[in-house]
């Protein structure tokens, strides 16, 4: 069964630092995955996908991704944060023949101004 | 606002009581999910429909659990005789059905069970 673990469940930064979260997946056929953010009070939005191609992939509010198979990992990362980036955010794999999410526990971040 | 929809927000019930929860996807999606979201984790899937079809169903969702999508529109999700291991938050999520696999999740309805 696939499973998603992210290992960093509270991260507190302040603002202008980089911020990388871990991802770790584990899913035995092609591999899709998606980082989701959830700001405080809203829903659940995607920040961006891996399908295919380039394993460095962008995103919106300047986050990427960079999908390592040999190391099962999908970290998010920022250059800088801003205040506004305190949300939860959120790694899931697709299982494509469920056509499911299989998410993990989510990482809390806090980027103090 | 085209986005998914869920009503409602919040239900506040007593054990053993029934609920009914709706969901509106974005028009056009065909796709559907059902999620469940508790304090600390992420979302786990429920269940899933392409158009009325309910295609997958997760071990999760015990026999007090239903969901129908009667017309490929409008979902509803219903617990029977509610415990207090249903509080929850309960997610919807609509797909276009193409082959980018993107889910477009509504606010979530939270359920505490009394």
């Known amino acids: 069964a696939q499973s998603v673990s992210q290992h960093n469940h509270h991260v507190i930064l302040s603002e202008a630092a980089s911020l990388e979260l871990g991802c770790n997946y584990s899913y035995g056929g092609t591999v899709n995955l998606f980082w989701y953010v959830q700001y405080p009070g809203q829903h659940l939005q995607l920040l961006l996908k891996?399908?295919?191609?380039?394993?460095l992939v962008k995103g919106i509010k300047g986050f990427e991704a960079e999908f390592i198979k040999s190391k099962f990992s999908f970290n998010l990362r920022k250059p800088s944060v801003q205040w506004s980036d305190t949300a939860e955010y959120f790694c899931?794999?697709?299982?494509?023949?469920?056509?499911?999410?299989?998410f993990g526990s989510g990482t809390r971040l806090q980027v103090q101004p | 606002d085209t986005g998914v929809s869920q009503n409602p927000r919040h239900k506040i019930t007593k054990r053993g009581q029934n609920v009914t929860f709706r969901c509106d996807p974005i028009s056009e999606h065909n796709r559907l999910y059902w999620y469940r979201q508790t304090l600390g984790q992420g979302p786990e899937f429920l269940t899933y429909?392409?158009?009325?079809?309910?295609?997958?169903k997760s071990r999760l969702l015990s026999d007090r659990f239903s969901a129908e999508r009667p017309k490929g529109s409008f979902s509803t999700l219903e617990i029977q005789r509610t415990e207090q291991g249903d509080s929850a938050m309960y997610l919807c999520a609509s797909s276009p059905g193409d082959s980018s696999y993107e889910q477009y999740f509504g606010p979530g309805t939270r359920l505490t069970v009394t």
């Open positions: 891996y399908f295919s191609g380039d394993p």
């Open positions: 899931a794999v697709l299982d494509t023949g469920r056509r499911a999410l299989t």
């Open positions: 429909f392409q158009n009325e079809a309910q295609l997958e």
